[in-house]
């Protein structure tokens, strides 16, 4: 199978950096611990797959990351920027994924079947239960995808599709899953809120 680049985007876990959203049901302190966690938990997750995974990251410097995430991942530093300029400076010309680092439900047979689809297909996508989406791959760059876009909002996953169907590409759609994002969604993973303890 053609080698795929995995790509996450990770924030160092500093209170009141990460997580920010849930700081109202578990303070900055918890919210960044179960950052820690599930980012570590899907770096993991990706490294087992066998194809090269690199983190993106922010907060911290790439020495903190290494301590956090071992040296299996390469590590590229986000650029300044909103989240187009990151995903734009971080594509290659060549077969990706890019994965969010807050999905708790992203499973080994997930992953394989989005690495598996992307052989077949220009694009995959796995859809969030917010509108959203928690990961997507093509097989070549696509900006148009990036750019110019409500992001954090229920519109991205459907400008997403809009837009693939006006360049003429059907994608491959993942399981739906739901993000951690929000204190009600923590309601749907009771088991998370140990991680944040301190």
């Known amino acids: ?13 500093v209170p009141g950096f990460a ?3 849930l700081i109202p049901a578990l303070g900055a302190k918890g919210a960044a611990n179960l950052h820690r966690h599930l980012a570590g938990r899907t770096c993991v997750l990706l490294l087992e797959s066998g194809h090269n995974v690199t983190v993106h990251y922010t907060g911290a410097d790439i020495a903190a990351f290494r301590e956090w995430l071992g040296d299996k991942p ?3 530093i986000q650029p300044e920027g909103d989240l187009t300029a ?3 400076a971080a594509q290659i010309d060549g077969p990706q994924i890019f994965f969010g680092a807050d999905t708790p439900d992203l499973s080994a047979e997930i992953l394989d079947e989005a690495i598996s689809a992307l052989a077949e297909n220009r694009v995959v996508i ?3 239960e ?7 791959g093509m097989q070549k760059p696509l900006p148009s995808l990036f750019t110019d876009m409500a992001w954090s ?8 599709l809009d837009r693939l169907k006006q360049a003429g590409i059907t994608p491959y759609i993942l399981p ?3 993000d951690c994002d929000r204190p009600e969604d923590l309601e749907r993973w009771p088991q998370l809120k140990e991680f944040a303890a301190p």
Not at 1 to 13: D, E, G, N, R, V
Not at 130 to 136: N, R, S, T, V
């Open 74 to 76: 390469d590590l590229a």
């Open 1 to 13: 199978m053609t080698a795929i680049l995995l790509s996450l985007f990770a924030k160092y876990p």
């Open 19 to 21: 997580k920010t959203r």
């Open 153 to 160: 909002t229920d519109k991205v996953l459907q400008t997403t």
């Open 86 to 88: 990151r995903l734009l």
């Open 176 to 178: 739906t899953l739901s």
């Open 126 to 128: 796995g859809p969030a």
């Open 130 to 136: 917010d509108g959203g989406y928690y990961l997507i």
